[in-house]
């Protein structure tokens, strides 16, 4: 079993609707989660941080984690198609000289 | 958030040139860079981890000779690809860790290198 499990989609939903993307993890010691998004031959650009179980909203993103299931989640509103771009999980122990465990990542379309 | 500048954005280069590619933190500084290679609609694939001042750690099968890492100071990382092959030519992404803060990371621009 991988690390980090992350449907690669495509995704395709309608402007406006709610994108809810999901990760798995198997590693316990896990307790800091990441979402990075990344457009077409650019880098990743960080999202969301959070290190405790619970939601966290920053404007029309939430990332949600739950640790008891090993599970997380970022949630999109009022999605645009400008949030069409591929969006990567991340997660790495509670310690600064750890690696960072990467999803493949999932690639969403926003339909016009 | 933190801001990585990575240079150059893209490079095309003959066959058996060497190649190198900065990655600096422009606003923080970076006691760890990773390096990064990924293929079209795949996965960031780690290389190395570069801590400053001292030797970079290699992943499993990353061949430390050709794909050469300097991390002589917080604000700056290199990598150096070596005898560049077609095969080489990829998306390569740096990302760094800064000693205050969480343990995030920022990613460059990331570098597409073209190997003729």
């Known amino acids: ?112 | 958030g933190a801001v990585v500048s990575q240079h150059p954005s893209w490079v095309i280069c003959k066959s058996g040139t060497s190649v190198k590619i900065e990655c600096r933190s422009l606003d923080f500084q970076a006691t760890t860079m990773f390096w990064y290679r990924q293929f079209p609609k795949q996965s960031l694939m780690l290389m190395a981890t570069s801590n400053e001042g001292s030797k970079a750690t290699y992943e499993q099968g990353v061949e430390k000779d050709k794909f050469l890492i300097n991390h002589a100071s917080l604000t700056l990382s290199t990598l150096t690809v070596t005898s560049a092959h077609p095969e080489d030519s990829s998306f390569y992404i740096c990302s760094a860790r800064g000693e205050q803060g969480g343990t995030e990371a920022f990613f460059g621009q990331g570098t597409r290198l073209t190997v003729v």
Not at chain 1, 19 to 33: H, K, M, R
Not at chain 1, 64 to 79: A, G, H, N, T
Not at chain 1, 85 to 110: E, P, Q, W
């Open chain 1, 1 to 112: 079993q991988k690390e980090v499990e992350q449907d690669p989609g495509p995704l395709s939903v309608p402007e406006g609707a709610i994108v809810s993307l999901n990760c798995t993890y198997s590693n316990s010691a896990f307790q800091y989660f990441m979402w990075y998004r990344q457009y077409s031959r650019k880098g990743p650009e960080l999202l969301m941080y959070t290190y405790s179980s619970g939601n966290k909203e920053d404007g029309r993103f939430t990332a949600q984690v739950d640790k008891s299931s090993k599970y997380i989640s970022l949630f999109i509103r009022d999605s645009q198609p400008s949030d069409s771009a591929t969006y990567l999980c991340a997660m790495s122990v509670m310690n600064r000289d750890d690696k960072i465990i990467f999803g493949k990542g999932t690639r969403l379309h926003i339909l016009p």
